[in-house]
């Protein structure tokens, strides 16, 4: 571009010469200029080759920290200047990654290349790594059937048949369930290989295996080698990433500090030693390297950096950039969506230095658009980079497909195609299926290997179908060309002629242990920061405490020297400690929370236990003298203890050591119980005991002697005895002994020997000694628990539905899931409503409505951040001028980018917006829009799937459809009904399994989806609202959950559903289409026709618009060319086009004709607000936590054991003291 103005100046200059001719000075002046343009660039290169001359002459450790960048100056200058890349600031790396990567879509590749091409400029080779596996099997031991599900009963026999099968007196009745079959293969360096499989094919558990991180309950044969080594033999967690569909962070950190603290404990693995041989055959060879890009790789080789320049070039490819200082946020937190929570996680690994990446699922909750360009970005970093990759997708679209070189496709746990993506095609036609046009290749992977969906694709025509199972299939795929290969290239065995390969890791930890210390307490202290309302809210409540200890036990009200005001002092005194000790409980809620980021972090290998924990004791030492300290000066004198200061400052280190104690205990109890609910129990267990053989509430003289021990394994009794010692061997307590029957001097010694308290003032000083030597056990007991426990998980059942005469299993990890024989088809070529046959499932009786809605919007206050920034408006609009109308028998696809407001379109017409403003008419089959009524004619299936998690998947069906359906419909009708809406979305299967977390136990993604369905369904609603049904599903899982969604529709129901960028079948599964473009206008109201032929028709007709091309997506056309790009490139607005279209008209003329009722109709009404009388919702609830209750037996178990254990031990602490009623 430089250039080019440079061109454009030298015209004008000389067009503006006018008639000076040849000769004129003005003319001679133009072809002087371009020599000084030379001799200043000359000039600036030789200015350059000192610079780096200089460099050149330093010694090594030096020079490869010392570079040269370019700033600009402020006289717009370009300004060369040495640095130090271990002291870059961020302005100085966003200004090296800008030059870099002006247009990060357009340059990445280049600047790739010129990092490639540096090193073979000097014969450098890049360390590369293959992966070998040669009959690789996997498979577990499970309970089925209703012997599954988790009960205490099921739990108890568990345990007891665990106990007899040590001895062998008792089989075991788990059923081996295979996971991975006999699979081998090879997966080579520079090509991009993508996993496909329908659920429950095996994929996670396939990576898993490659990376070494296979469950311990699972067990493996066969041999899986990385350039010919055995696992062991190396550091798999160091040597490569394996990246989980499960988003885990702090959300304390930002998206910046999450990837630095990432990259700096991953450390730099073999780029300094690269860097260091680079630098040396580039000195001898005489080599000058391009300045940025050696500025690149020495800050990029420096390892302990707390901010890296890696963090900001990922940042900048997966398009973090923009949120890079947002908080990652969690539940309690508001923080980045969800798609970037998934980029994030994948960014946490790609910051170090592994050679080798499995990736699972990484696309959830991504656009296509988003998807396709970091697959693009990785597909660059393996050619060009050697890295060896494998990615699993759920729904890749076709220019995403596309980006892979090399494809496994899994089918119930064995492996069907491994080859080339170009060949995938041709062993499907050689095994008689074909891919329709209309279809992406992708998806119809996910489904030829399906018993119901596989004849569709049978283009045999002269011969009979019959199915072909997934063994027939790799039997046919071994006699492929392709198969025959991969077979011969596993008999040839790697070269291990290299001595080490130096892609292989073998220590354990990126840096050393002195910078993981580091680290850790430098995360440790943000954190702290980040929750410093927390250690706020503590230091309010012990200070609150302090003052009613104060004022409770006030000083006027005590004296001391007499034997009944001691009582006071020692209740006093124990209240104190009560309160010390309960104030360090809150540290067993704080360490659960952090112990998932700590789990997986441990397990990758950022940093061992000791630096995790060691920072949080140190730094939380000031905070405990500083509560200690509180309440030691409001209490101290107010209450009148003994005044001296050496008293003072004594009682002040044993409240700080009570406290320490206190911390130190509760986070080893977070470590062993490691849920909430565990820990709570354990931790309130533990201050039991700990306080009832304190001491104060038993005298040590009353404890029985087979009780002792517990006496002085109790952590307070050694409190207690510091405190109470400190205050009444004070002088004041010299006060002479008249009570002959204590063998003490001083009532002070007659007060401490009645309570059992030692009288030597040497035990002040063991008790202290006690406390922190606690403090310093419970630490090394927390680093213990941290090292050899691992969180706690339910297996997800497998069940057996015994009612089938098939004996399916279904699991997460095991079989697949059978399909039900509904095709998605557009209703479009349906002549009638009416005409359509009725879906099963749908028996129950519903009156079919319409929703119509005119001139809606919708607005919130404007956020005080806007206004902050100048923003002078008082409300933000979130829809502008929306109408639209949605009609029984019709599927209705709400689209647009994020941002459009389509979800928020979707919660003001089902009435869930409470606040802000809303304008417009909305009407029900012509009637105004009575929010109590529409409730319960209406559904609404949310985009996150919340269930309960202690029930099965019938039980939350049934309690559905309990609370929702007329108490008119009887029980038989209500569970064949029940019955059916599980047979129309495919979870017979799944009947008795339990829902679980998402992400923890229980169904999959994809199941959790379908049930989100189903207790919406089983309401019998006329009108219903999907939030991204198919978001998070795999392309096979999607296209049964539109199955369920079209033959919904089919029965007349009026469905609605936000869809994000789907595939062609699915897209044009729907009628009608409702596209927004950010800021909640419409741009595209209508029906899609066939083959989308209404839509691409519309959008074709406005000028300057590109045509769509042959085969390509019309939902990916539709939204690249209504881009805010396009718009300013065409110089138009869709909105406003759409507005003045006839088509507009059209569905005005809808919209109104839909907003009168029909002569003859009525409103909607019930007699009730509720379904159901207020005690069969009772009774209905109550069932409900009878199932969650049951279905818990970690909390049940735990319940039982405390109180049993509780009373065992009151029972001996107390052994007949009834019996001694008469004793003082």
């Known amino acids: 571009m430089a250039s080019a103005l440079a061109g454009d100046d030298l015209s004008a200059r000389s067009m503006s010469s006018g008639r000076g001719g040849w000769g004129s000075a003005r003319f001679r002046d133009i072809w002087q200029t371009p020599p000084e343009v030379f001799e200043r660039s000359q000039r ?16 090594m450790y030096d020079r490869l920290r010392k570079s040269m960048i370019r700033n600009v100056g402020d006289n717009g200058k370009v300004v060369l200047h040495e640095v130090d890349v271990t002291k870059l600031g961020q302005q100085n790396k966003k200004q090296l990654l800008d030059s870099i990567l002006k247009v990060v879509e357009q340059d990445n590749e ?3 290349r010129k990092l490639r091409d540096r090193t073979d400029r000097v014969g450098i080779e890049i360390p590369k790594i293959e992966v070998r596996f040669e009959h690789l099997s996997v498979e577990g031991d499970v309970y089925v059937g209703s012997r599954a599900l988790p009960s205490l009963l099921n739990v108890t026999l568990t345990i007891i048949e665990s106990i007899l099968g040590l001895v062998r007196l008792v089989p075991s009745r788990k059923r081996k369930i295979e996971i991975l079959k006999d699979v081998s293969g090879i997966v080579k360096p520079s090509r991009m290989t993508l996993v496909l499989g329908p659920p429950g094919a095996g994929k996670t558990t396939f990576l898993q295996a490659l990376a070494g991180r296979l469950d311990q309950d699972l067990r493996s044969s066969g041999r899986i080698t990385y350039c010919g080594y055995e696992m062991s033999e190396f550091i798999p967690q160091r040597t490569c990433a394996y990246i989980g569909h499960h988003d885990v962070h702090h959300g304390e950190m930002t998206v910046r500090e999450t990837l630095d603290f990432s990259g700096r404990c991953l450390g730099v693995g073999t780029r300094y030693e690269i860097l260091k041989e680079l630098s040396k055959r580039e000195k001898e060879a005489g080599i000058k390297p391009d300045p940025e890009i050696d500025a690149f790789m020495k800050a990029t080789a420096m390892a302990g950096q707390r901010t890296s320049l890696v963090t900001d070039y990922v940042l900048k490819i997966l398009g973090l ?6 908080l990652v946020g969690d539940d309690m937190r508001r923080g980045i969506s969800g798609g970037e929570k998934k980029r994030l996680t994948t960014g946490e690994m790609l910051v170090g230095p592994a050679k080798a990446f499995f990736m699972d699922e990484i696309s959830t909750g991504l656009d296509s658009s988003t998807t396709y360009q970091i697959c693009k970005f990785m597909r660059q970093m393996v050619h060009i980079l050697d890295v060896t990759m494998v990615i699993s997708l759920l729904q890749p679209a076709p220019e995403t497909y596309d980006q892979f070189d090399h494809l496994i496709l899994l089918s119930e746990g064995q492996i069907v195609y491994q080859g080339p993506t170009q060949g995938v095609l041709e062993f499907f036609e050689y095994m008689g299926f074909k891919c329709p046009e209309r279809k992406g290749v992708a998806d119809f992977l996910q489904e030829v290997t399906s018993k119901k969906d596989q004849e569709q694709y049978w283009f045999r025509k002269d011969q009979p179908y019959s199915y072909v199972t997934v063994s027939e299939f790799v039997q046919g795929f071994n006699s492929f060309h392709i198969g025959q290969q991969l077979e011969s290239d596993l008999r040839v065995p790697y070269d291990r002629s290299v001595a080490r390969h130096p892609a292989l890791v073998t220590e354990n930890y990126g840096i050393s242990n002195w910078e993981l210390f580091r680290a850790c307490f430098a995360r440790e202290w943000l954190l702290m920061k980040r929750n410093s309302f927390v250690y706020v809210f503590k230091t309010v409540q012990i200070t609150i405490m302090s003052l009613i200890a104060m004022t409770v036990f006030f000083r006027k009200e005590m004296h001391a020297g007499n034997l009944e005001d001691g009582s006071k002092f020692f209740g006093a005194l124990f209240y104190s400690l009560i309160n010390v000790m309960f104030n360090g409980m809150a540290e067993l809620a704080m360490t659960i929370f952090r112990l998932p980021v700590f789990y997986k972090q441990r397990d990758f290998l950022f940093y061992p236990p000791w630096a995790f924990s060691l920072p949080i004791w140190i730094i939380k030492i000031p905070f405990s003298l500083m509560e200690s300290g509180i309440w030691i000066c409001l209490t101290y004198y107010t209450i009148g203890f003994a ?3 050496s008293r003072f400052f004594r009682q002040f280190l044993a409240f700080f050591g009570i406290h320490q104690m206190a911390l130190s205990l509760f986070r080893f109890i977070a470590a062993v119980g490691r849920t909430q609910v565990i820990a709570n129990t354990l931790g309130t267990f533990t201050l039991l005991m700990v306080f009832v053989l304190g001491g104060f509430i038993v005298a040590r003289d009353d404890i029985e002697p087979w009780m002792i021990w517990g006496y002085y394994l109790s952590p307070m009794m050694y409190g207690q005895n510091a405190i109470v010692m400190n205050e009444f061997l004070d002088k004041r307590w010299n006060t002479q002994n008249n009570d002959t029957r204590i063998n003490a001097t001083t009532v002070g010694q007659v007060l401490l020997k009645s309570r059992g308290f030692y009288t030597e003032d040497r035990w002040f000083w063991i008790s202290v000694a006690a406390l922190f030597g606690f403090s310093v056990l419970f630490n090394i007991l927390f680093i213990v628990a941290l090292t050899y426990l691992n969180p706690l998980r339910d297996c997800k059942a497998i069940v057996v539905d015994e009612n089938e005469n098939t004996n399916k299993k279904e699991s997460s990890s095991g079989k697949n899931i059978p399909g039900t024989d509904l095709p998605v088809r557009n209703s479009s070529d349906a002549t009638n409503i009416t005409d359509r046959p009725t879906g099963r499932g749908m028996v129950l009786p519903f009156k079919p409505l319409s929703l119509a809605f005119n001139h809606v919007s919708y607005s919130v ?14 409300h933000l609009k979130l829809l502008r001028d929306v109408s639209g109308a949605f009609r029984p028998g019709i599927l209705t696809a709400l689209v647009g980018v994020t941002g459009a407001g389509k979800t928020t379109l979707m919660d003001v017409l089902a009435g869930r917006k409470t606040g802000g403003y809303i304008e417009g008419s909305i009407s029900i089959s012509g009637y105004p829009k009575n929010q109590a009524t529409f409730t319960r004619v209406s559904g609404y299936c949310e985009q996150n799937d919340i269930h309960s998690p202690h029930v099965t998947v019938y039980e939350s069906l049934l309690y559905s459809a309990w609370l929702r359906l007329s108490s008119e419909v009887d029980t038989k009708t209500r569970k064949m009904f029940i019955e059916e809406v599980m047979e129309l979305i495919e979870l017979k299967p799944l009947r008795d399994a339990i829902v679980g977390l998402p992400g923890v136990d229980g169904l999959s993604t994809e199941q959790r989806k379908r049930l989100t369905i189903a207790v919406e369904l089983v309401a019998n609603p006329s009108i219903i609202f999907m939030d991204e049904p198919t978001s998070g599903l795999d392309a096979r899982a999607a296209a049964i959950v539109m199955r369920t969604v079209r033959n919904t529709v089919d029965t007349g129901r009026t469905v609605v559903c936000t869809i994000h960028q789907p595939s062609i079948d699915i897209f044009e599964s729907f009628d009608e289409l409702l596209l927004m473009k950010r800021g909640g206008q419409i741009i595209y109201a209508g029906p899609l026709g066939r083959n989308s032929h209404n839509l691409v028709q519309y959008f074709e007709a406005i000028p300057g618009v590109p045509k769509i ?6 939902a990916t056309w539709m939204l690249e060319i209504t881009a805010p790009a396009v718009e300013n490139q065409l110089n138009a607005d869709f909105a406003e086009i759409y507005a003045e279209s006839s088509l507009y008209q059209r569905n005005q003329e809808l919209i109104e004709e839909l907003s009168h009722p029909v002569p003859g109709s009525e409103d909607l009404h019930f007699p009730t607000k509720y379904s159901l009388p207020f005690l069969s919702q ?3 609830c109550f069932l409900k936590q009878h199932w969650s209750y049951k279905r818990n037996p970690r909390y049940n178990a735990i319940r039982f054991f405390t109180t049993i254990v ?11 003291k009834g019996q001694q009623i008469f004793m003082s």
């Not at 600036?44 to 010694?59: G, N, V, Y």
């Open 1206 to 1216: 509780v009373g065992i031990l009151f029972g001996l602490i107390f052994w007949n």
């Open 321 to 326: 950039e923009m949120c890079s200082d947002t």
């Open 1109 to 1114: 091309k042959e085969g390509y997506n019309p």
């Open 643 to 645: 005044p001296a200061a």
């Open 110 to 112: 280049t600047f790739l």
């Open 861 to 874: 206050d404007m956020p005080s951040e806007m206004k902050s920034q100048g923003v002078e408006e008082d």
């Open 44 to 59: 600036h290169d030789t200015e350059e080759d000192l610079m780096w001359a200089a460099i050149e002459r330093l010694p």
């Open 1178 to 1180: 009772c009774k209905v």
